[in-house]
């Protein structure tokens, strides 16, 4: 990347040294004490962020995103190297450059019992804004995230997008030279993504913010200048998205086949040889082979009934995925998608031969074959209703996803149909039960997994298995059989003495899936299961969903990761606590197609369906 001209660069009376880039890392390392030996976060990273510039962080969970960002923003000190933020040295002064940076955690700390002014004058104290400049700034930074006619509400009755914003907005009363955002856009809906999007090239090019930030997103590493792929803290690539989506140029390929449907389709290819990926596109599988391999991937669908391919142009995905996929095989070793393979035959997860070659299964509709039926249901909150009256069934056997906006009243939806929230009025029925009259009953049949994985953090891995077996009611061969088959199915052995709140967030998700598929299940509800895991994690958790609709569980799922949809057989769009759209994802695609995008996606109908309704979203759920 090429420096910005001198006149680009900003006056700043913070500024350590005039014309330095934002941030500069030299040869930094950082380990942490581990077992049996100490883990290496992060080993011989150079990274540069210039002005102007938005530099994305991925790779899956563990790769040191995380602790490349804490780095830079002085809350940890490398074991050696050299770190500079805008000329500062942070390893002898971080205190000097902290008016000169911005970091947004995961986590941010928003105080939920203040209002949104509130919450900002506290930042700027904090930051030490001057009083004489924070009404026009607050003004600045209230147009740019769209708070302005929310500037006196509460922040805890904000939804999660809103939420977001407003913590990057009290991030940036006091304009950063750099800006540092770790999964800044984890657990939003696409509409906020985008805006959140808007809000940062606007920071690039009108202020001249470097931004470094890390992202579980695909499509948003594709809006940054820069790329770096990052696996067990080595930097492994580093380019343009455009420059990392070249290395499979050839190798990327469209996969049909009429009988199956294309989540089984996936998992007939996950693991051939050959393939280094396989994920759910639409209405077909988009497959990625090895260098090297043959360009026909025909000879992998001969025992595919009607299959049907075409190459088609890469994405940055593909690009990322198997520059991981590299990494982690080696010279002559086995691959992830081998490996995972290797796993499924051995822990019983969905293998390729799994699923029939021929015949796509059709969910029971009618009669007993109703799993969750839903009238006029309605849940207020005092005078605010945040759901509106929904009418929908789910067959038996079949993946549901509901989706909506931040506040659009999924989560309340969901603790209902759960038992954990009686309803206002209307009927609910789960399983065959009134869960008006019976919910304890119902819930003894169904399993449920929630956005914040609902488990004890200071009990180890088997002691979560113990205590959520024992709570549905397991207990004997039965109860020791079942936490044998959780810790093989789902790869915990070996964790299986650790706490579960130190576990990297791709084996809680681990975890918390085994503890709701323990009592096996009839009905399994997913509250946003993915929300900041890494794509790959992502991957291996909608196959062993697959699996589960396989062998007949009904799963009902939210979703803010749009390509995830597709893995359903229906959606239900909601907004504002209301059914907004209902059908298969052929449906909703179908209704949002134009003569400018005669082939959009499920983001794009989604957006397109919630920027149609034209009411925005009331902040509150």
């Not at 509250?527 to 794509?535: A, I, N, Q, R």
Request: proline letters at 7%.
């Amino acid at each position: 990347m090429t420096a910005p001209p001198a006149s680009e660069e900003r006056s700043d009376p913070r500024a350590g040294e005039p014309g330095a880039p934002p941030l500069t890392f030299r040869n930094v390392s950082k380990s942490f004490p581990g077992r049996p030996e100490r883990v290496r976060a992060v080993t011989e990273l150079n990274v540069e962020v210039r002005a102007g510039r938005i530099v994305g962080l991925v790779g899956p969970d563990g790769a040191g995103k995380t602790t490349v960002l804490r780095l830079a923003a002085g809350l940890l000190a490398p074991d050696h190297g050299d770190i500079r933020v805008t000329g500062h040295d942070m390893i002898r002064e971080p205190v000097a450059a902290q008016p000169e940076l911005g970091y947004m955690p995961q986590r941010f700390g928003l105080y939920v019992d203040l209002t949104v002014r509130e919450n900002l004058e506290l930042y700027a104290d904090l930051r030490g804004e001057p009083l004489e400049q924070r009404s026009t700034r607050y003004g600045e930074l209230m147009k740019m995230t769209g708070l302005r006619p929310f500037v006196d509400r509460l922040a805890g009755k904000l939804s999660g997008g809103m939420q977001q914003k407003l913590g990057l907005a009290c991030v940036l009363v006091r304009a950063p030279r750099l800006l540092l955002l770790d999964e800044p856009t984890a657990g939003v809906d696409p509409v906020s993504r985008r805006e959140l999007w808007v809000i940062l090239h606007r920071l690039a090019a009108e202020e001249q913010t470097g931004i470094l930030l890390s992202t579980g997103y695909f499509d948003e590493a594709e809006r940054c200048d820069e790329v770096l792929v990052l696996d067990g803290g080595k930097l492994l690539a580093r380019g343009t998205p455009e420059e990392l989506t070249r290395r499979v140029e050839g190798r990327t390929f469209s996969v049909s086949a009429p009988e199956q449907l294309p989540r089984d389709l996936q998992a007939r290819l996950t693991g051939r040889a050959g393939v280094v990926d396989a994920v759910v596109e639409a209405d077909r599988v988009r497959l990625v082979l090895e260098s090297g391999a043959s360009a026909d991937p025909a000879e992998l669908l001969s025992d595919v009934d009607r299959a049907g391919c075409e190459a088609v142009p890469p994405r940055l995905e593909n690009g990322v995925v198997d520059t991981l996929y590299a990494h982690r095989r080696g010279p002559g070793e086995e691959g992830p998608a081998a490996a995972e393979a290797s796993r499924s035959a051995e822990f019983g997860a969905p293998e390729p031969d799994r699923f029939p070659a021929a015949g796509r299964r059709s969910p029971q509709t009618n009669g007993d074959g109703v799993a969750i039926g839903v009238k006029n249901l309605k849940r207020r909150f005092g005078d605010f209703y945040a759901v509106k009256g929904l009418d929908f069934e789910v067959a038996r056997g079949e993946v549901f996803g509901l989706l909506g906006a931040n506040g659009a009243g999924k989560s309340t939806t969901f603790r209902m149909l759960c038992g954990l929230l009686p309803p206002s009025s209307g009927s609910l029925q789960v399983a065959g039960v009134d869960m008006r009259k019976a919910p304890a009953h119902a819930r003894s049949q169904i399993g449920y997994m929630s956005q914040t994985f609902s488990l004890y953090g200071n009990l180890t891995v088997l002691e979560n298995l113990r205590f959520f077996s024992s709570a549905y009611g397991l207990a004997g061969k039965q109860r020791q059989e079942r936490i044998a088959w959780a810790l093989q199915e789902f790869e915990l052995e070996p964790r299986k003495r650790h706490a579960s709140g130190l576990l990297p967030l791709g084996y809680r998700q681990r975890l918390a899936l085994a503890a709701a598929l323990i009592h096996q299940p009839q009905i399994v509800f997913l509250d946003e299961p993915t929300s900041g895991v890494d794509p790959l994690a992502r991957r291996e958790f909608w196959q062993r969903i697959a699996g589960q609709a396989a062998a007949g569980v009904t799963v009902m799922v939210t979703t803010h990761f749009m390509e995830e949809a597709e893995y359903c057989d229906r959606l239900a769009i909601m907004t504002s606590g209301e059914l907004l759209s209902l059908g298969s994802p052929a449906d909703i695609r179908a209704a949002a197609e134009t003569p400018e995008n005669p082939r959009p996606t499920i983001e794009d109908a989604f957006v397109h369906l919630i920027d149609s309704r034209d009411e925005g979203s009331n902040g509150e759920e």
